[in-house]
């Protein structure tokens, strides 16, 4: 099966480490990939608007089946092979709903890391940066809640896939702080499987800063 598969990623790119991963836990090592690089404009080229018209990445496609958005894939390969969801009715909608919301963390993470990069700069202010930085420091404190259980919610492999490649951004600033200690409990937890030790971006492997953007958030206490 994994012979059948490819995968054009970026090194770096959360929505690509996710892929990566549950390609892993899947035990498809096997497929073939290639890596483009974003700072050449490599997921511009043809090569990816010929799989992905978008000119983004991840790029999957097994046999004539093209699969781009990382959830999607996941959720593909999930219905492909070994299960990884579980079989209970109420479990699979717990995992079901923390991975859509899931999506929810990734967007508010963004929207403080990349603020100077999707606000032009004649329209940045430092009250908004400030307002989403609050709304992401009461998403976080809200996944806290989430994992009262953190080994618990450990063994839900698909919402872990999400959190993974969704948490390493603000995990290695914000790690040594003691913040947000269930998060930083999980993702230590995490990041010890064999999937994520085997498709860990190369280029995070030596770098811990983080970002700097996030050193001044802290866990809110209105909830």
Not at 46 to 62: K, M, S, Y
């Amino acid at each position: 099966m994994a012979k059948s598969m490819s995968l054009l990623w970026g090194a770096g790119s959360p929505p690509c480490w996710r892929v990566m991963i549950t390609l892993e836990e899947k035990r498809l090592q096997g497929y073939k990939r290639k890596l483009l690089s974003f700072q050449k404009g490599e997921h511009k080229s043809q090569e990816v608007l010929e799989v992905n018209p978008r000119g983004q990445l991840p790029a999957f496609r097994h046999g004539d089946v093209v699969v781009n958005e990382s959830t999607a894939a996941c959720l593909y390969l999930e219905v492909n092979g070994n299960r990884l969801i579980p079989d209970s009715p109420a479990e699979q909608a717990l995992v079901f709903q923390r991975m859509m919301e899931g999506l929810t963390l990734t967007d508010r993470l963004n929207s403080v890391i990349y603020y100077d990069l999707l606000v032009p700069e004649e329209e940045r202010h430092d009250s908004a940066l400030k307002r989403s930085k609050e709304t992401l420091s009461t998403e976080l404190q809200l996944w806290e809640g989430y994992l009262q259980n953190v080994w618990s919610i450990s063994n839900h492999t698909p919402v872990s896939l999400r959190l993974t490649a969704s948490m390493w951004s603000f995990i290695q600033t914000l790690l040594s702080a003691g913040r947000f200690p269930k998060l930083a409990k999980y993702y230590s937890l995490l990041k010890e499987r064999p999937s994520i030790k085997a498709s860990w971006p190369p280029q995070w492997m030596s770098s811990r800063q983080g970002y700097d953007v996030l050193k001044d958030l802290h866990e809110s206490k209105d909830i």
